[in-house]
């Protein structure tokens, strides 16, 4: 943006929110990559604003940029944003001075569980994908953990343990004789 225009901050505000938009857009519509991109605009837009609302507007973008990370499973990401948003959150209520603002803190405040939970489960994402990694390798034999000792020895032959089948003409000759026995 140029600095010829009084109303620059505004005009950078809007055009972040539009980019947000897109992004809410784009997510909705299973396009994470551009609801991505679009989020990481409107927060290189929004880092620029100098005004009493840019954490507030910053940390709502963080928090959009967590869910989108953690949608597309990247989750060490997500935890990072979710982090951001949070100390954004805490900037916000540190600007607000004076009685009058006590209701805004109070709305700042009510927003940090939600975050912090979506954190706390980002983070626990994290842990289980590790675990999940550790028991593949594991599983896959691959693991230092254990020691196994592999030795190169010849199959057995155990074609000697295999009964073989009676020819069909024995077989009939014993029911004949069995026959026999009966009957007599």
Same mark, same amino acid.
């Given at each position: 943006?140029?600095?010829?225009?009084?109303?620059?901050?505004?005009?950078?505000?809007?055009?972040?929110?539009?980019?947000?938009?897109?992004?809410?857009?784009?997510?909705?519509?299973?396009?994470?990559?551009?609801?991505?991109?679009?989020?990481?605009?409107?927060?290189?837009?929004?880092?620029?604003?100098?005004? /009493?609302? #840019?954490?507030? @507007?910053?940390?709502? =973008?963080?928090?959009?940029?967590?869910?989108?990370? &953690?949608?597309?499973? *990247?989750?060490?990401?997500?935890?990072?944003?979710?982090?951001?948003?949070?100390?954004?959150?805490?900037?916000?209520?540190?600007?607000?001075?004076?009685?009058?603002?006590?209701?805004?803190?109070?709305?700042?405040?009510?927003?940090?569980?939600?975050?912090?939970?979506?954190?706390?489960?980002?983070?626990?994402?994290?842990?289980?994908?590790?675990?999940?990694? /550790?028991? #593949?390798?594991? @599983?896959?034999?691959? =693991?230092?953990?254990?020691?196994?000792?592999?030795? &190169?020895?010849?199959? *057995?032959?155990?074609?000697?343990?295999?009964?073989?089948?009676?020819?069909?003409?024995?077989?009939?000759?014993?029911?004949?004789?069995?026959?026999?026995?009966?009957?007599?």
């Amino acid at each position: 943006m140029s600095d010829d225009y009084p109303n620059d901050a505004f005009i950078t505000t809007r055009i972040a929110d539009i980019h947000v938009m897109l992004a809410d857009i784009c997510n909705e519509n299973g396009d994470h990559e551009n609801a991505l991109s679009h989020v990481l605009k409107a927060i290189e837009l929004q880092e620029t604003i100098n005004e /009493q609302q #840019r954490y507030r @507007l910053l940390a709502e =973008s963080y928090y959009k940029l967590g869910l989108i990370y &953690e949608l597309i499973s *990247k989750f060490s990401e997500a935890v990072d944003s979710f982090n951001k948003a949070i100390d954004a959150i805490h900037q916000a209520m540190k600007q607000l001075d004076g009685d009058d603002k006590e209701s805004e803190r109070e709305d700042l405040k009510s927003l940090l569980p939600a975050m912090e939970l979506k954190r706390n489960d980002a983070q626990a994402s994290v842990a289980d994908r590790h675990l999940i990694a /550790q028991a #593949r390798k594991i @599983l896959s034999g691959t =693991s230092n953990t254990t020691e196994s000792k592999t030795t &190169e020895e010849p199959a *057995k032959d155990i074609t000697l343990n295999i009964r073989h089948k009676r020819p069909v003409t024995e077989i009939e000759n014993d029911e004949d004789a069995t026959k026999k026995i009966r009957n007599e």
